[in-house]
C-alpha cells in the first residue's frame, strides 16, 4: 500500500463491515474481476480498457455512487504512474542501449565461449538472468531466441535443453525481481521496502531457477524432442555494428542499479538512523530513480560510445526504447486504479476480515488470488497489480521483511500455469516451433514450478526470519 493510501485510511477509517456487506462486497469483486477476464479473453480487449471497465463494475455492484468510483480509479492509475512510470521507463532506455549498442551479444559471446558442453544450461540460466534484469520479459525473449537457436543449431543440443533454462531465467527475473513492472507496482502497493524485497527476490530466484531451469529442462528435452527451426533465426544486433562494448563494461553497466539499491538495503540495516549522513547519502543514491537513471547515464559512455554512436544518435534510441512500453504503462496504472478501487470500496477491508476468521496466512492467501487471477487473465502483470490490491492492508502490521515476502509471494503466483491466454505462452510456442500440448509440456509446466517453488521459498523463508 502506498504511504498515501495508509495515510487515507488512518484519517478515515473503514467501518465494519456486516455479513450483508462481506456477501455484496465478495459479489463485486468477483463480477469486476469477471468483467475483466471476459473482455480479456473473449473480446480480446486491451487490458487497459479490460481494467479500466472493471472497476467501474467493481464499484457499480458494491453500490458506491458513479463519480466516487472514477475519482477513486484516477487517483489510483495517476499514483501508480507518479510512483513506477518513470522507472519502467528508464529500465526500457538501458535494455534498449544494451541491445542495440551490441552489448547483451557481447556478454552472451563471452559467456557462450568459456561454456563447456556439459555446462551450457548453466550458462543460459546466468546470461538470461543478467540480461533480464533490466529488460521486459518479451523483450528478453526476442534478445535471446537468436542465441538459444544457433547454440542447440551449432553444437547440436536439443532445443529444450538449452531454452528452458534461457526462459526460465528470464521468467523468474520478470516476477520476484525489481526493477520489472509486477515487482516494482506490489512493492508500491504494499508499502514495502524496494532493497529488502530486491535480497530477498535474488536468495529465492537462485534455487528457484536452477530447479525450473537447468534440472527441468533434463525432462522436458525427453518429452519433446524437437530441432531448432531455422526459419526463426533472425539477424543479430551487433551483426551491423564494426565494435562493440566491452564485456566488464556492459556487465558493470547492468548490475549498476541493483548495487545501488542492495548498498541502500545493507546501509540502512547496519546504520538504522535517518539522521546520519551516510545513510542519507545512500538513501538518495540508492533510491530506484537515482540508480536506473545513473546507469542510464553509465551506459551512454560505457556502451553507446564503444559501440561508434554518436550523440546524433542518443535521442532516436530513447524514443524507440519508449515506444514498446506506452501499453505497458497504461496497464500497470489502470491496475493501480482498480487497486485503489478495491482499497476505497472496502474489498480491502473485507479480504483483512476474511483472513483473520478463516486463519488463511497472509503470504498463500496472497499466492492463491495471484493465481487465480493468472489463470483466468493470462497476464502476470494483471494478475500482481490486481492481487497487490486485494491484499495490501495485510500488510499493514507486517515487519519489513514479510511485507517484502508478501511482495514474492505475489510474484511468485502471477506466474503460475501459462496458457492460451498468455502472450508469453504463443511468443514461446512461435519462435520454438512447437504445437500447442509441447508448449504446455514445457513452458506451461516450468512456469508452473518457478510458481510453486517460489512460492513454497517464500513461506519457508517466513518462518525463518
Known amino acids: 500500500m502506498t504511504r498515501l493510501s495508509v495515510e487515507m485510511l488512518a484519517a478515515d477509517p473503514v467501518e465494519p463491515i456486516t455479513s450483508a456487506g462481506h456477501a455484496q462486497l465478495g459479489i463485486a469483486v468477483l463480477a469486476g474481476i469477471a468483467v475483466i477476464v471476459l473482455l480479456i479473453t473473449k473480446f480480446k480487449l486491451h487490458a487497459f480498457l479490460a481494467l479500466t471497465i472493471g472497476s467501474l463494475a467493481l464499484g457499480a ?103 528452458i533454462p534461457a526462459l526460465a531465467g528470464l521468467s523468474v527475473m520478470h516476477g520476484l525481481v525489481p526493477p520489472h513492472p509486477g515487482p516494482l507496482v506490489a512493492i508500491d502497493a504494499v508499502g514495502a521496502n524496494l532493497g529488502v524485497t530486491l535480497a530477498l527476490g535474488v536468495l529465492i530466484a537462485i534455487p528457484t531457477v536452477i530447479i525450473a531451469g537447468p534440472v527441468f529442462s533434463r525432462y522436458a528435452a525427453r518429452w519433446v524432442d524437437v530441432p531448432a527451426p531455422d526459419r526463426m533465426i533472425p539477424q543479430r544486433a551487433s551483426e551491423e555494428l564494426e565494435k562493440r562494448p566491452g564485456f566488464g563494461a556492459t556487465l558493470a553497466t547492468i548490475l549498476l542499479p541493483v548495487v545501488l539499491m542492495l548498498s541502500k538495503a545493507l546501509v540502512d540495516i547496519v546504520i538504522d538512523d535517518p539522521e546520519n549522513t551516510v545513510q542519507r547519502v545512500f538513501d538518495v543514491v540508492g533510491s530506484p530513480l537515482i540508480a536506473l537513471l545513473a546507469a542510464v547515464l553509465v551506459g551512454i559512455f560505457t556502451l553507446l560510445k564503444p559501440a561508434g554512436f554518436g550523440k546524433e544518435r542518443l535521442s532516436p534510441l530513447v524514443e524507440k526504447g519508449l515506444a514498446p512500453i506506452a501499453g505497458i504503462l497504461l496497464i500497470v496504472g489502470a491496475g493501480g486504479g482498480f487497486k485503489q478501487t478495491l482499497i476505497d470500496t472496502g474489498v480491502g477491508q473485507m479480504v483483512l476480515d476474511i483472513s483473520e476468521s478463516w486463519s488463511i496466512p497472509a503470504l498463500l492467501l496472497a499466492w492463491l488470488i495471484a493465481v487465480a487471477i493468472r489463470l483466468a487473465t493470462g497476464s502476470a502483470t494483471v494478475a500482481t497489480v490486481s492481487a497487490a490490491g486485494l491484499v495490501a492492508p495485510l500488510a499493514a502490521d507486517m515487519s519489513t521483511t514479510h511485507a517484502a515476502l508478501l511482495v514474492l509471494a505475489i510474484g511468485a503466483g502471477s506466474l503460475f500455469f501459462s496458457h492460451v491466454n498468455d502472450a508469453g505462452f504463443w511468443l514461446v510456442k512461435e519462435y520454438f516451433g512447437l ?31
Open 435 to 465: 504445437s500447442v500440448g509441447q508448449t504446455v509440456k514445457t513452458w506451461s509446466v516450468m512456469e508452473t514450478i518457478i510458481s510453486v517453488v517460489a512460492g513454497g521459498l517464500v513461506l519457508l523463508l517466513s518462518l525463518i526470519i
Open 61 to 163: 455492484f458494491a453500490g458506491a455512487p458513479l463519480d466516487e468510483v472514477i475519482a477513486s480509479f484516477t487517483t489510483g492509475l495517476g499514483t501508480t504512474v507518479a510512483g513506477v512510470g518513470v522507472l519502467i521507463a528508464l529500465g526500457a532506455i538501458l535494455g534498449k542501449m544494451l541491445a542495440d549498442s551490441g552489448g547483451a551479444d557481447q556478454i552472451v559471446d563471452t559467456i557462450l565461449a568459456k561454456a563447456s558442453r556439459r555446462s551450457m544450461p548453466w550458462a543460459m540460466v546466468l546470461i538470461a538472468s543478467v540480461i533480464g534484469l533490466p529488460l521486459f520479459f518479451e523483450v528478453g525473449v526476442v534478445l535471446l531466441i537468436p542465441v538459444v537457436l544457433m547454440v542447440a543449431k551449432r553444437g547440436n543440443y536439443s532445443l529444450m535443453r538449452i531454452g
